[in-house]
């Protein structure tokens, strides 16, 4: 069967820091692999997506980054955090329209 | 383009008794459509998926949800409701290609004893 991880599951960064956040899929191949953000009230936005290795596509300008360096891996990254980039970070990976997603990464910027 | 309305951000029942969560679509024509929910600080689960065939659609402890064209709508129901369904609820459509998907802005259910 399929899983997701994701870790860590919590992480408290400065402002200014760096970030790495990672997800990866086991028991399938090939999977869309997708981050969202959670912040508090505000539902869920799509960071980015990724149909392929190497393959990352933006869905809205921010602080963050992602790349694919393997199949199944996914990472989220910043260079320099900011205090609006607190929130709960989802990875989720597809199988034609349905979504499976991780357990998430609560990330505080202090 | 497909998106869905969650007009009640906030939704609180009494064990037991009934639970209704409104979902409105809009689209050009018959979507998928989905609801998941979301334990707190968890990931999220599927509830249930509408694919174009049976319009009332059974899915995980007991929910259920009927796709009606006429009101565009695709409410989440429950005959009664137990502590453990509180949870935050997102009505969800499929939009664009690579199988990406739109929320709702999600429904907090509370349950009271």
């Known amino acids: 069967s399929q899983t997701i991880h994701q870790w860590p599951a919590t992480l408290v960064q400065p402002v200014g820091s760096p970030l790495s956040l990672e997800c990866t899929v086991e028991g399938t191949s090939n999977p869309n692999l997708y981050w969202y953000r959670q912040a508090a009230g505000r539902g869920l936005q799509l960071l980015f997506y990724s149909v392929g290795i190497g393959q990352i596509s933006s869905e809205v300008p921010q602080n963050l980054s992602a790349s694919r360096p393997q199949d199944r891996q996914f990472i989220l990254s910043s260079k320099k955090l900011l205090l609006s980039d607190s929130g709960f970070y989802l990875c989720?990976?597809?199988?034609?329209?349905?979504?499976?997603f991780g357990p998430g990464t609560r990330l505080t910027v202090t | 383009a497909q998106s869905v309305t969650q007009l009640d951000s906030h939704v609180s029942v009494s064990e037991g008794t009934p639970v209704l969560l409104r979902c409105n679509y809009s689209?050009?024509?018959?979507?998928?459509l989905f609801w998941y929910v979301q334990h707190p600080n968890k990931g999220l689960q599927l509830l249930l998926k509408?694919?174009?065939?049976?319009?009332l659609v059974k899915g995980i402890n007991g929910f259920e949800a009927e796709f009606k064209k006429s009101e565009t709508s695709f409410h989440l129901t429950k005959p009664s409701a137990h502590m453990s369904d509180a949870a935050e609820y997102f009505c969800?459509?499929?939009?664009?290609?690579?199988?990406?998907?739109?929320f709702g802005k999600g429904i907090t259910l509370s349950v009271r004893p």
């Open positions: 689209s050009s024509y018959s979507p998928s």
């Open positions: 969800v459509v499929p939009t664009g290609a690579n199988s990406k998907l739109t």
């Open positions: 509408y694919t174009s065939a049976a319009t």
């Open positions: 989720a990976w597809s199988d034609l329209y349905e979504q499976y």
